[in-house]
């Protein structure tokens, strides 16, 4: 089977935006499921001839503004079950958030190999953002823009050697 990189994040950073960069229009699967929406979005794609599944785990969304953490957990712990490598997304524009430092130490425990990836890096005067995001304990943050379509290709590089 191929290998699966998981993308976690809060809501807003950006994990839909990468995830539809990085798959183009190989979408596999989309689930719905009444009640909880658990929509797992999969698709495929490959870096240096390496094939993998990627997952948005962000389609785990509970309705109401306080369930944000719990969704956010649930998200987590999927990636966690299921994925060989975790991509944490983060935003650049808003800093670390509470949220954030409760899906670093989710991830931190379950011993996965994870690469730190700080959205919203949209520009070269804005690299200095990212160092901030060293606290988070990942190593290297990877700074990307979804939205300008810059190191994506850094970001698939650091994750298919985690592979
Ligand atoms: P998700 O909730 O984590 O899946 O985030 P989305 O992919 O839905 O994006 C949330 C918002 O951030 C949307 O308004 C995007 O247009 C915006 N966004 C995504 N990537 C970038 C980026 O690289 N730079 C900026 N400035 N905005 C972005
Ligand atoms: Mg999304």
Redesign the pocket.
């Known amino acids: 089977a191929r290998p699966v990189i998981a993308i976690v994040?809060?809501?807003?950073?950006?994990?839909?935006?990468?995830?539809?960069r990085i798959i183009g229009d190989r979408l596999a699967i989309v689930e719905d499921k009444p009640g909880v929406t658990r929509d797992r979005l999969y698709g495929t794609a490959e870096w240096n001839g390496k094939p993998f599944s990627i997952i948005?785990t962000?389609g785990i969304e509970i309705d109401g503004d306080d369930e944000i953490m719990r969704s956010v957990k649930m998200q987590a712990e999927l990636a966690i079950a299921e994925a060989d490598v975790i991509v944490f997304?983060v935003d650049a524009?808003v800093g670390i958030t509470h949220a954030d430092e409760e899906v670093a130490q989710m991830l931190y425990r379950s011993k996965k190999p994870v690469v730190l990836a700080v959205?919203?890096?949209?520009n070269e005067n804005r690299q200095e953002e990212v160092y901030e995001f060293y606290s988070l304990g990942f190593g290297d943050p990877i700074a990307?823009?979804?939205?300008?379509g810059?190191g994506i290709g850094d970001l698939l590089e650091a994750a298919s050697m985690l592979l």
């Not at 959205?119 to 949209?122: A, G, L, Q, S, T």
């Open positions: 994040g809060r809501p807003n950073v950006g994990k839909s935006t990468i995830f539809n948005d962000g997304m524009k959205n919203k890096v949209d990307i823009s979804g939205a300008h810059l």
